[in-house]
């Protein structure tokens, strides 16, 4: 079975300052792994997915992740934080084999940028 | 481009009722995932449709259904409404259901309340 950890339900950070989203995974097999932005009351927004290549992955909004394989770890990250940045973020993950091709979801992480 | 749409925005039924929610995919997308998000549990997998036939389904209870159109629109009945059922259901499309490395897009969700 497939899963993913986000350790932290909420991360506090000073804008301009570089924010870390955390997040881990647990796959048997190659993990396809995604980040999702979720603003109050909207869906979900695709930030970035690592599917293969390059462990850093640049995407959407000035964010990129870097995969690491040895830690099982998937983070999030932005060089300089905005207030607009301030959202409910989710890491997913699709494993390629069998039948299944929904994603699992963390249990999200709520991101504040404080002025 | 048109992104993926719900509707109702917001549905109130009570105990026992039936709810039928609704999702237009983006255009060229042939597959339509469910997924429940309830207070504390996350984003939780309900059903995945391609090309009209269901495909996989979550670990929930047979009166949630659905079915997918020949446009590829796609309709979740819930019966028997029970109160923890209130959630946001969100409905996502990907432009093959068959790829391990698409991404989803989400729509803006159907926030069911039941009383």
Redesign the interface.
Known sequence: AQSVAQPEDQVNVAEGNPLTVKCTYSVSGNPYLFWYVQYPNRGLQFLLKYITGDNLVKGSYGFEAEFNKSQTSFHLKKPSALVSDSALYFCAVRVPSGSARQLTFGSGTQLTVLP | EAG?T?SPTHLIKTRGQQATLRCSPISGHT?V?W?QQALGL??Q?LL?Y?EGEE??R?NFPPRFSGRQFPNYSSELNVNALELEDSALY?C?S?IS?????N???????T?LTVL
Do not use: C, H, I, M
Not at chain 2, 97 to 101: D, E, F, I, V
Not at chain 2, 103 to 109: C, L, T, Y
């Open positions: 993926v719900q597959s995932y997924y996350g984003l997998f995945w391609d495909r996989n979550g969100l996502a990907t259901g068959r790829a391990y490395y991404e989803q897009f989400f729509g803006p969700g926030r």
